[in-house]
């Protein structure tokens, strides 16, 4: 702890880059998930065929995912981004198709029958109706995705993995330590928040 106290900025500085970097892939992820989803969700070969092909996509091992992108875009934040990008698919996919299709179709029926357009029934009934379930897609790929990003550092992408690393590389146990902490304790704050919204928002559904 005296060596986290003391080098603080250089801790905030690592934690920075890895809320960045995160938070940056799940915002992709989540939109790629969000159309993947909704065209899976009333057809079902393209959602087989899509929790297929993501599914591979997550399959691969990481350090192997990292180093195939070395070619492509070379080191740094972009190689990792694209990763957990790839990674974060099956899971909120899977989530915002499977919210959807679980909708009762004798709501969607009586929303169609008011006069709503097909899309004024995703909108104003099926998606919040499938809230909760995306949100638990998101909470699962916030904690895989600031867990795996530790070891975006293999390719210098920054993030809290460069504190693990070269704690290791020194043997210097304050700055591994430190690492293993901050991640440990964003990935548990990141997944209490996510659960309490879930939870809220199940509780809104049921009422």
Not at 42 to 71: E, K, S
Request: net charge positive; with cysteine.
């Amino acid at each position: 702890m005296r060596w986290l106290a003391s080098n603080w900025q250089d801790v905030a500085v690592a934690l920075y880059e890895h809320v960045l970097i995160a938070l940056t892939a799940l915002a992709i992820a989540a939109a790629i998930s969000f159309a993947l989803g909704v065209w899976a969700a009333r057809r079902p070969r393209v959602f087989a065929a899509t929790l297929a092909a993501t599914g591979a996509l997550y399959t691969i091992p990481t350090l192997a995912f990292l180093a195939l992108l070395i070619p492509l875009v070379g080191l740094g934040k972009t190689n990792v981004i694209i990763a957990m990008v790839a990674f974060s698919l099956v899971i909120m996919t899977r989530n915002v198709a499977t919210g959807i299709r679980d909708v009762p179709a004798e709501i969607v029926e009586a929303a169609k029958g008011m006069g709503m357009s097909g899309r004024e029934v995703l909108f104003r009934i099926e998606l919040p109706l499938a809230l909760p379930v995306i949100v638990a897609g998101l909470r699962i790929a916030t904690v895989t995705v600031i867990s795996v990003t530790t070891v975006g550092a293999y390719v210098n992408a920054g993030g809290l993995g460069t504190l693990i690393f070269n704690g290791i590389a020194t043997d210097h146990a304050p700055k591994i330590w430190s690492g293993a902490l901050v991640v440990c304790a964003l990935a548990v704050v990141s997944d209490l928040a996510l659960a309490h919204a879930e939870q809220t928002l199940r509780r809104l559904r049921t009422r």
